[in-house]
């Protein structure tokens, strides 16, 4: 008898009871069907973590403030005398308030409120829709005047051009100079689409910000990251008399960390879909007991025509792989259809399908129905002539 023989004789027997088939398979298909769309979340996932860094290219530094108190403090011009150095290209030091209340006439919306300067909007990348970004003449005169972000500008004004016209924020009124395309998330979740972006230092004394939190440096090259960072280290140490009050991170580091937490998870997610293949199996070896027990005098009628040890066994193990073979390949339907499906309902996460991983999982499957077969095969192998045509 060869392959192609015992796969029919296996789907005729299996497809003769389909629903106990199906619930069978069951577990194997929810396991390689689970696989498949959590691998396919996590590798979306991991690509929109890298577009995000990427936007924001290679060569950047972000520096973040930890201690409170004057003996952590940074001052504007402090920073800004730094860009004199050949390794760093450009600064943008950023204080944020979030949930600020930005009106425009009758429309009142939360948005948070950026204070920077004008490499901002080159360091993060982000493209003018219409009007003009901040100027050094905005931030030395502390001018109260406003870009907004991609959702601000729709949300507050619709489809009116805003440009020259007055919002109003917690109180104070700022002239919008210019709006910003839509770009996304930034480092950290942020997106310049909900955001207000005005002079640093009109920020800091309009809304009582206080000191400077977060700032943002650009080397020149890659290749200049390294010494860039050493070097605003060294400074950063030299001014606080400590390296503990600060920490600084570049995007391979950034971008790294969020990756592997996001890996983590799905990794520790898969290994959990898993168990249900093992569980999908171990139904396997139930049932394939079961039809042993069922078909005790079909196997003594076939011993006693001549059917060898080996024949019974693997007739009985190629049920079992053809069970978990067709729970694995619709195991991997559902997960190519759940994966497809998923951005539909959840637009913010992204999928993105391995074909390399579902073809793995339904290997899995087939492999876990053939090792939990395995026993009930040799058990019908085994099985007498005389004892099985004498079975009641």
């Known amino acids: 008898m060869n392959f192609f023989e015992l796969v029919i004789m296996a789907l005729r027997t299996i497809l003769g009871k389909p ?78 308030k979030a949930g600020s209340n930005v009106k425009y006439e009758r429309t009142s919306e939360s ?29 030395e005169f502390r001018n109260q005047v406003a870009v907004i972000g991609s959702e601000a500008a729709k949300t507050l004004f619709g489809n009116v051009d805003p440009i020259g016209y007055d919002i109003n924020i917690d109180g104070l009124v700022f002239t919008v100079v210019g709006t910003l395309k839509e770009k996304g998330s930034n480092i950290g979740g942020t997106s310049p ?50 390296s503990n009050g600060f920490r600084i991170s570049n995007q391979d580091e950034l971008m790294n960390a969020r990756k592997e937490a996001s890996s983590s998870l799905t990794n520790q997610l898969i290994s959990v879909a898993l168990i249900s293949l093992l569980v999908g199996g171990i139904g396997i ?66 999928t993105e399908l391995s074909l390399e991983i579902g073809i793995y999982a339904f ?5 876990v129905g053939i090792i939990f077969g395995l026993y009930p095969a040799n058990k019908a192998s085994r099985l007498k002539p005389i004892d099985a045509l004498r079975f009641d």
Request: proline share 4%.
């Open 193 to 242: 689409d909900s955001s207000v972006i005005v002079p640093i230092e009109t920020a800091r004394r309009a809304f009582k910000l206080g000191q400077i939190r977060t700032t943002y440096l650009e080397a020149p090259e890659i290749g200049q990251l390294v010494t860039a960072q050493n070097t605003i280290t060294q400074f950063l140490t030299y001014k606080f008399k400590s």
């Open 19 to 96: 629903m106990r088939t199906l619930l069978t398979m069951l577990g194997v298909i929810i396991g390689v069907g689970s696989v498949v769309t959590l691998v396919s979340i996590g590798q979306g996932t991991a690509a929109q973590i890298e577009k995000q860094y990427e936007n924001l290219g290679t060569n950047l530094l972000v520096v973040n403030l930890l201690g409170n108190g004057r003996a952590t403090q940074l001052d504007y011009e402090d920073l800004m005398e730094l860009e004199i150095l050949p390794e760093i290209e450009s600064i943008a030091p950023t204080v944020t």
């Open 111 to 139: 948005f948070n409120v950026i204070g920077t300067n004008d490499r901002y909007f080159t360091l993060m990348k982000t493209e003018l829709a219409a009007g003009r970004e901040l100027v050094p003449a905005d931030v």
């Open 285 to 350: 070896m139930n049932i394939m007991l079961v039809t042993v027990s069922e078909r005790t005098k079909e196997i003594g009628i076939r011993k006693s025509i001549g059917a060898q040890r080996r024949h019974i066994l693997m007739q009985f193990l190629m049920e079992a792989a053809v069970i978990s073979g067709l729970g694995g390949l619709l195991g991997l339907l559902l997960g190519i259809g759940a994966s497809l499906s998923w951005p539909l309902f959840n637009p913010g996460q992204p």
């Open 363 to 367: 290997l899995f499957s087939v492999f």
